[in-house]
């Protein structure tokens, strides 16, 4: 009797040894969910996931869960997180690798402080995009119009912070104040811009007679003033 018990026992211990949760419906389930998340990212993504472990001693599932850990993105090296949906299931983190091939902005040629970009100023080129600076600018949109603040290089990537909104209005400026309602739009004479201000900012005006306004900057250095 004490034998079948011992048997029984390294029976159970065998089988639990031997239980464990194979790769690859595990991979597909991440995979599924990538292909999802990263449909809006700016070029061609591919992504390479870690395998488990064949000694994980994980029960044997068959319906899983698949979420961002938290503070993670998908983006470069970074791990997802997988839940077994059975009950008593287990939770597991899956270390991946996601790349995005894609173009990004590279000065055409040295560009100096406070020089307004223009399409030539600026070339495209194809890389890994999480392998480079965060911030790197994509499409020439993000770009045209706007300012240097500092002088570049030729071939220097173009990053969002190294640019700044064009002014519509300088300090000091003679502007054209408009004021505008829901179905009108009438000039309200001319003033002094009181700042410098970029597309869409507020500016402060001072009119003709001394009083001073506020309004929204426009290129062409008009002032709108909402009703």
Same mark, same amino acid.
């Given at each position: 009797?004490?034998?079948?018990?011992?048997?029984?026992?390294?029976?159970?211990?065998?089988?639990?040894?031997?239980?464990?949760?194979?790769?690859?419906?595990?991979?597909?389930?991440?995979?599924?969910?990538?292909?999802?998340?990263?449909?809006?990212?700016?070029?061609?993504?591919?992504?390479?996931?870690?395998?488990?472990?064949?000694?994980?001693?994980?029960?044997?599932?068959?319906?899983?869960?698949?979420?961002?850990?938290?503070?993670?993105?998908?983006?470069?090296?970074?791990?997802?997180?997988?839940?077994?949906?059975?009950?008593?299931?287990?939770?597991?983190?899956?270390?991946?690798?996601?790349?995005?091939?894609?173009?990004?902005?590279?000065?055409?040629?040295?560009?100096?402080?406070?020089?307004?970009?223009?399409?030539?100023?600026?070339?495209?080129?194809?890389?890994?995009?999480?392998?480079?600076?965060?911030?790197?600018?994509?499409?020439?949109?993000? +770009?045209? *119009?706007?300012?240097?603040?500092? #002088?570049?290089?030729? @071939? !220097?990537? /173009?990053?969002?912070?190294?640019?700044? &909104?064009?002014?519509?209005?300088?300090?000091?400026?003679?502007?054209?104040?408009? +004021?505008? *309602?829901?179905?009108?739009?009438? #000039?309200?004479?001319? @003033? !002094?811009? /009181?700042?410098?201000?970029?597309?869409? &900012?507020?500016?402060?005006?001072?009119?003709?007679?001394?009083?001073?306004?506020?309004?929204?900057?426009?290129?062409?250095?008009?002032?709108?003033?909402?009703?």
């Amino acid at each position: 009797m004490k034998f079948l018990w011992l048997w029984c026992v390294s029976l159970m211990f065998a089988i639990s040894a031997q239980a464990f949760q194979e790769s690859p419906p595990v991979i597909k389930a991440v995979e599924d969910f990538l292909k999802i998340q990263t449909q809006g990212l700016p070029g061609q993504v591919s992504f390479a996931i870690t395998p488990l472990d064949p000694r994980n001693h994980l029960m044997p599932c068959k319906e899983f869960a698949v979420s961002l850990t938290p503070g993670s993105r998908l983006w470069g090296n970074t791990s997802v997180m997988v839940r077994c949906q059975n009950e008593g299931g287990w939770k597991i983190y899956v270390p991946l690798r996601i790349r995005v091939q894609g173009e990004y902005l590279v000065t055409a040629r040295a560009l100096t402080q406070g020089q307004t970009l223009s399409e030539s100023d600026l070339t495209r080129n194809t890389g890994d995009l999480t392998a480079l600076p965060d911030g790197l600018l994509t499409d020439m949109n993000q +770009a045209m *119009g706007r300012t240097i603040r500092q #002088s570049l290089p030729a @071939g !220097r990537p /173009l990053r969002g912070d190294m640019l700044r &909104q064009a002014s519509a209005v300088q300090q000091g400026q003679s502007v054209k104040v408009m +004021a505008q *309602g829901v179905a009108f739009q009438v #000039s309200s004479g001319d @003033g !002094r811009a /009181l700042n410098t201000a970029s597309e869409g &900012q507020v500016v402060q005006v001072r009119m003709a007679n001394g009083h001073t306004l506020s309004g929204i900057a426009r290129t062409g250095g008009i002032v709108e003033i909402s009703f």
